[in-house]
RNA sequence: GAUUCGGUAGCUCAGCUGGUAGAGCACCUGACUUUUAAUCAGGUGGUCGUGGGUUCGAACCCCACCCGAAUCACCA
């Protein structure tokens, strides 16, 4: 590559071909010049982060004798004749770089010269900081480490097409780096929830994925097949039941982050799989769940923003505990002006509400469809909803004070159901005839309800402790502590239709 | 599933009442030794989401479909 002939790209070759086509000319110039546009490695001593935090504060005046090594990608190029500048952009941030001819072999200049925006590329230089007071690195050597085929979106706009961005999420997460920031306290976030964890000596584990059975929620599964075994087999929905056995198994304290998969519609707050944390505690109710909800989640929202406040979609939400509390009971007066005791006012409410009631629907079933109606979306606070109806928790413990009623919360914040909670149902007697109830509703058409799970019957006869469980939604957490609207922003790859 | 909005160059977007397809960025050529959305001059680049229809003529009007977004419904 000594002379201009090889590198140059000419004019009348180039004028009806696209950007593509002549990036792989020189891809193939490279090659042919024995340069390999595809290094092996790269030995950096800097990330940018690393390069701003060290010499931030030196001035135009300063010389720095320290040589450094980075590596990045190209953002931004500048030609001034016989000097260059550009951007190069790392993990950690980006940082301008400036080349001029003079004391610097031809070569090198003529290498970052070929430079497209979008190649990764490796400097070696000096940091220092320029007239205009940018700290830069002024470069002594340069390589091409991977050529780039395709031209990266506009450098100012960035990408912001929604369904390109979710489509390819590695050209939004080059082109804007907001996403970068989202993803990377979504990390954070569930790394600091493992923490809190693992200190109050909670053990993490694992659990399958596919399932003989699916259950632990009401939700309709995806299905699989195993073609060995000529058996089908269910994406879990939820992680309880293998969690509550390993109770019954004699550990504690036990946890489990995992994805789950649910077969109903997609939405801003929903997506066919998720990050659930699910935990239980031997020896615990329910008002212990609520304490620690209200620890964990204080404390991961002062971890981030250094107070209990938290603005969410231009609301302040108020994390400091106690969250408020709301009994079923309560709600349904306060925000329907309904009697929950009373089925026929309940069947009145559900009517006026055009809920269309079915025939012998259960009391149960009429609370939980007003108080969606008229309650969830109007709870922004973290609010706990507390003590519902028996019928539609086929998990939870009765409560101790009222048998028409279980030890149960959700926790509903902005609108959004956070997390879910009880003092685990343990008797199998008890559990057993709910399952069966379970069966029946879903006879009669409830394709959501419960299915019978003769083997977890089976653990809880052979005893299994008074426990706590706690399920939160991660995804519901990230999208509170980045403000995004949608659950799509807090997933890298959101479930996307095919294109045609 | 319903309603509304959107899909035009690689990206960001204009395109009026139906009359030859536009700009900026990127790219190519040239100039330029401290710029930073660099600048200046000149260029390349289009199956206007897909398929029908109306019309002398459709990016534009009509119908159907595909994909996406928002709101609602569904989803404890």
Same mark, same amino acid.
Request: hydrophobic share 35%.
């Given at each position: 590559m000594s002379d201009n002939e090889t590198t140059h790209i000419n004019e009348e070759e180039t004028t009806h071909i696209n950007e593509e086509e002549i990036r792989l000319q020189k891809r193939e110039t490279l090659i042919k010049a024995g340069k390999s546009p595809y290094k092996y490695a790269f030995n950096k001593t800097h990330h940018c982060q690393d390069i701003h935090d060290t010499y931030g504060t030196i001035t135009h005046d300063d010389t720095i004798e320290e040589t450094v090594n980075i590596a990045g990608r190209l953002m931004a190029k500048r030609g001034h004749g016989k000097a260059m500048f550009g951007n190069i952009q790392d993990g950690s941030?980006?940082?301008?770089?400036? *080349?001029?001819?003079?004391?610097? #072999? %031809?070569?090198?200049?003529?290498?970052?010269? &070929?430079?497209?925006?979008?190649?990764?590329?490796? *400097?070696?230089?000096?940091?220092?900081?320029?007239? @205009?007071?940018?700290? $830069? =690195?002024?470069?002594?050597? $340069? #390589?091409?480490?991977?050529?780039?085929?395709?031209?990266?979106?506009?450098?100012? !706009? /960035?990408?912001?097409?929604?369904?390109?961005?979710? @489509? +390819? @999420?590695? &050209? #939004? =997460?080059? %082109?804007?780096? #907001?996403?970068?920031?989202?993803?990377?306290?979504?990390?954070? *976030?569930?790394?600091? *929830?493992? !923490?809190?964890?693992?200190?109050?000596?909670? +053990?993490?584990?694992?659990?399958?994925? &596919?399932?003989?059975?699916?259950? /632990? %929620? $009401?939700?309709?599964?995806?299905?699989?097949?195993?073609?060995? &075994?000529k058996q089908d087999l269910f994406l879990r929905i939820s992680l309880e039941l293998p969690l509550k056995r390993l109770i019954v198994g004699g550990f504690e304290k036990v946890f489990e982050i995992g994805r789950v998969f649910r077969n109903e519609g997609v939405s801003y707050k929903h997506n066919p799989e998720y990050t659930l944390l699910e935990l239980y505690q031997a020896y615990a109710d329910y008002e212990d769940m609520m304490s620690l909800t209200e620890t964990l989640l204080s404390e991961l929202v002062k971890k981030q923003t250094g107070t209990y406040i938290l603005n969410y979609q231009g609301q302040d939400l108020n994390f400091e505990p106690p969250f408020q509390r709301y009994t079923f009971e309560k709600a349904l007066k306060d925000f329907a002006d309904v009697d929950m005791n009373n089925y026929e006012a309940l069947f009145k409410k559900a009517t006026e509400l055009k809920l269309d009631p079915s025939e012998g629907i259960s009391k149960g079933t009429l609370i939980m469809d007003i108080y969606d109606a008229c309650v969830e979306s109007k709870l922004i606070q973290p609010t706990f909803m507390m003590d519902h109806p028996w019928e539609t928790s086929p998990l939870a413990k009765k409560h101790r004070d009222n048998d028409t009623l279980v030890e149960r919360f959700e926790l509903i914040i902005s609108g959004m159901e956070i997390a879910n909670a009880f003092s685990e149902l343990n008797d199998p007697v008890d559990q057993e005839a709910r399952f069966k109830d379970q069966e029946k509703a879903r006879k009669s058409g409830d394709d959501e309800a419960h299915v019978m799970d003769t083997d977890y019957i089976n653990a809880l006869k052979y005893g299994m402790a008074p426990t706590g469980g706690l399920g939160i939604g991660i995804d519901r957490i990230v999208m509170l502590l980045t403000d995004s609207h949608s659950i799509r922003d807090v997933l890298f790859f959101p479930h996307m239709k095919d294109k045609p």
């Open positions: 941030n980006s940082i301008q770089f400036y *080349i001029n001819v003079n004391g610097i #072999d %031809a070569d090198v200049f003529e290498t970052v010269a &070929l430079f497209d925006i979008g190649d990764i590329i490796s *400097i070696t230089g000096t940091p220092f900081r320029t007239k @205009r007071g940018e700290l $830069s =690195l002024r470069i002594k050597q $340069s #390589d091409l480490l991977t050529k780039a085929l395709l031209p990266l979106p506009e450098k100012y !706009h /960035g990408l912001q097409d929604k369904e390109l961005r979710y @489509r +390819m @999420r590695y &050209l #939004d =997460l080059i %082109a804007n780096p #907001d996403v970068r920031k989202t993803f990377k306290k979504r990390s954070a *976030i569930v790394s600091s *929830i493992r !923490h809190f964890l693992e200190k109050d000596d909670f +053990m993490e584990v694992e659990t399958p994925v &596919l399932n003989n059975t699916y259950g /632990g %929620a $009401s939700a309709r599964p995806f299905t699989t097949h195993h073609n060995e &075994l």
